[in-house]
């Protein structure tokens, strides 16, 4: 195997609430950049884990983009009792941090429930200097619950909210000795179970999703062709996505070949994101008889 370098450097940010800092990396352009990339991660995920994001971290620098991909507070294990709305806090700190760099503009790249992250922090703070959301792999964590527990599904609702009701919302949800879904507490399973919730509607496909339908920036969904995750067929989705997305520079892509992770296909994801940000004007794009990545 050929051994990589990825420059940059270890960063620790300090987030609203949040008892430790928050680890990531910054991985920085040979010229100053104006524009730095946000990579947030999904579920269980961490900030250097996967070759997807790290393929980001060598791409977008050669194209003019600073990139920073981060812990949010539900990295790893930390996903189990995870306060979904605590997220605005955790990118709050990203944003400061590269304000506080000289950055003037941003691009939001949300991976899985990253997706949601990243829509739920743009639909509520508004910042101006956000400028381009990219979401890779969004998923319905609502109807993949569903899918999972099948029969056992209202049977969890119904005793997450009676533990959350007792006060013991931060206990495993187990159904029959078992953790019923990941492993989440009671109040983490009521995120993405209950349709009224914020995290559980956003990528709702057979919800309105009117925060998506609402958004006015540039935005860029990347679906994997082969999507284990997908509770309907990713063409459906696709077109789904479509209807909701008419503003301008708003474009949904299927990636051929790729999975929920686009193993295989990260670089190709990578370039599309970086073709599409070129033409909006905050990349470079590669020069012809550039090296690759």
């Not at 010229?31 to 269980?44: D, E, N, W, Y």
């Not at 506080?100 to 922090?121: D, E, M, N, P």
């Not at 077109?239 to 070949?257: D, K, T």
Request: charged share 25%.
């Amino acid at each position: 195997m050929q051994h990589r370098k990825i420059d940059g450097a270890l960063v620790e940010l300090c987030a609203k609430g949040c008892k430790r800092p928050l680890d990531g990396f910054w991985a920085r352009s040979d010229r100053r950049s104006p524009t730095l990339a946000i990579f947030v991660h999904g579920m269980h995920s961490n900030f250097y884990r996967s070759a997807f994001k790290k393929a980001f971290l060598r791409l977008l620098p050669a194209r003019g983009i600073d990139v920073l991909s981060f812990n949010n507070r539900g990295a790893e294990h930390q996903t189990a009792d995870e306060v979904f709305e605590h997220c605005r806090f955790d990118l709050d700190s990203a944003i400061a941090f590269g304000r506080s760099r000289g950055y003037r503009r941003f691009i939001l790249i949300g991976h899985s429930t990253g997706c949601q992250k990243a829509l739920y922090y743009v639909r509520l703070r508004r910042p101006l200097d956000v400028q381009a959301l990219v979401f890779a792999a969004p998923g319905d964590d609502y109807a993949i619950a569903r899918r999972e527990l099948g029969a056992r599904f209202s049977t969890a609702v119904r005793v997450a909210r009676r533990m959350v009701n007792q006060g013991q919302g931060r206990k495993i949800l187990r159904l029959q000795g078992e953790p019923a879904f990941l492993g989440f507490t009671a109040r983490r399973f009521l995120s993405i179970a209950d349709p009224s919730r914020i995290e559980a509607r956003l990528f709702r496909f057979e919800g309105p999703m009117a925060e998506l339908g609402s958004l006015q920036i540039p935005a860029l969904v990347l679906l994997p062709e082969r999507e284990q995750y997908a509770c309907m067929p990713v063409p459906a989705m696709a077109e789904r996505l479509c209807a909701l997305l008419r503003s301008p520079n708003q474009h949904v892509q299927i990636v051929p070949g790729a999975d929920h992770s686009f193993h295989g296909k990260e670089m190709d994801a990578a370039r599309r994101v970086a073709r599409w940000l070129a033409g909006l004007g905050l990349a470079r794009p590669r020069s012809r008889g550039s090296r690759k990545p």
